[in-house]
Structure formats: structure tokens, C-alpha cells
T-cell receptor
Framework: GENVEQHPSTLSVQEGDSAVIKCTYS??????FPWYKQELGKRPQLIID?????GEKKDQRIAVTLNKTAKHFSLHITETQPEDSAVYFC?????????FGKGTTLSVSS | DAGVIQSPRHEVTEMGQEVTLRCKPI?????LFWYRQTMMRGLELLIY????????DSGMPEDRFSAKMPNASFSTLKIQPSEPRDSAVYFC????????????FGSGTRLTVV
């Protein structure tokens, strides 16, 4: 089955800096790659997603890139703000069930 | 729509007791997923249903865990007997995959087994 590895597990940046979180997946049939943000004590919420027929997608300060050949995808957050502090999860799916990475705790200090 | 509704929000129980977690998916969503979240293991898929039928239960850790979906608007996850290592946050999520969008998660049930 699918296995998703996520790095780093923790990331600390200064406000205004960029943050990059990377994930690799094992199943070459995977074709859907969402990213979720989970604030402390809250539910995971979808922030951006990408399908395998697209190499890059951007939504304001966040962007996701996908390299199908290398089977990895990344989340990029620019101009980070304290409210970006949260746990971020990547996931991959080849059909229905999402398999998640173990998460990255992002801390943005002002 | 009120979103995915889970109950209870918190559950504290003694080891050996039966625990039942409940979930109401978003109306019209034909996929329902149960996940368990711990610090060590992250978000683990336990089981998922399509049109009320269990599709993959390979993530259910032991026979002590069981899940049902008697109709399109209700699902339960039962642990019997419960053990301290079952302590975790259990999330239910639903999806309408034809849209190609990600899941909507419920607020989760924080289970503590003492």
C-alpha cells in the first residue's frame, strides 16, 4: 500500500520568511495530493491540493509543487505570519482513501 | 450543512469498558472514513465505507475494534474492551469523491482510557 514520508517534523521560521515542507510517496498510481493544516485542538482542514496532471498550483501565499518522476511533492509558504503556526499534513491517494504523512509542526515567531 | 458531526467530543473510560464513537457525515457524501491520531503515529486510516459498505478495514488494529454504517447518515466505531493504548483522537471524515476534493473532517473524539 501507499506510504507517505514527510520532512521535517518541526520547522521554525521568522515572520516574513518562507517555509518549505517536503513529502515523498511510494505508490506510482497515486494521483491526488492534498495538504491539510491543523491548529491546536482543531480538525485538519484542507488548504490546497494538486492532481497528478499538474506540476504546480498556487493560492496566494501558498503553493504546491509535484514531481511525479521522483514521487515527491512540496508545500511552499511565503511571507509567513504567526497565524501560519500549526501542524501541516501532506497526503496521497490513488483512488479514495488518503494516506497521510506524520505531519510538520511549523512555528512562526514574530 | 453543519459539516461532519462527531460525538462525544471527549470520552474518558476505564480499561475494559466498551466505547462507542459516532459520526454523521455530510449529506450527499458517499465516502466515510475513520482515522486515529496520535503523536507517535500521526493520522492512521482505520476503515472506510463507500455507500455504507466497508471497503478497506486493514487499518483496524485488532478485533477489539469494529465499525458499522447502517445508513448513509450514521456510522459508529466501537472498541470492546478498551485499553489504555487506545487513547487517541478519533476523526471521522466524509467525501464526495466525484468532486475530486479532499475530505471534510469532523471535530474528533478525544478518547482517554484509564
Amino acid at each position: 500500500g501507499e506510504n507517505v514520508e514527510q520532512h521535517p517534523s518541526t520547522l521554525s521560521v521568522q515572520e516574513g520568511d518562507s517555509a518549505v515542507i517536503k513529502c515523498t510517496y511510494s505508490d506510482s498510481a497515486s494521483n491526488y495530493f492534498p495538504w491539510y493544516k491543523q491548529e491546536l485542538g482543531k480538525r485538519p482542514q484542507l488548504i490546497i491540493d494538486i492532481r497528478s496532471n499538474v506540476g504546480e498550483k498556487k493560492d496566494q501565499r501558498i503553493a504546491v509543487t509535484l514531481n511525479k518522476t521522483a514521487k515527491h511533492f512540496s508545500l511552499h509558504i511565503t511571507e509567513t505570519q504567526p497565524e501560519d503556526s500549526a501542524v501541516y499534513f501532506c497526503a496521497a491517494s490513488s483512488g479514495t482513501a488518503l494516506i497521510f504523512g506524520k505531519g510538520t509542526t511549523l512555528s512562526v515567531s514574530s | 450543512d453543519a459539516g461532519v458531526i462527531q460525538s462525544p467530543r471527549h470520552e474518558v473510560t476505564e480499561m475494559g469498558q466498551e466505547v462507542t464513537l459516532r459520526c454523521k457525515p455530510i449529506s450527499g457524501h458517499d465516502y466515510l472514513f475513520w482515522y486515529r491520531q496520535t503523536m507517535m503515529r500521526g493520522l492512521e486510516l482505520l476503515i472506510y465505507f463507500n455507500n455504507n459498505v466497508p471497503i478497506d478495514d486493514s487499518g483496524m488494529p485488532e478485533d477489539r475494534f469494529s465499525a458499522k454504517m447502517p445508513n448513509a447518515s450514521f456510522s459508529t466505531l466501537k472498541i470492546q474492551p478498551s485499553e489504555p493504548r487506545d487513547s487517541a483522537v478519533y476523526f471521522c471524515a466524509s467525501s464526495s469523491w466525484t468532486g475530486g476534493h479532499g475530505y471534510t473532517f469532523g471535530s474528533g473524539t478525544r478518547l482517554t482510557v484509564v
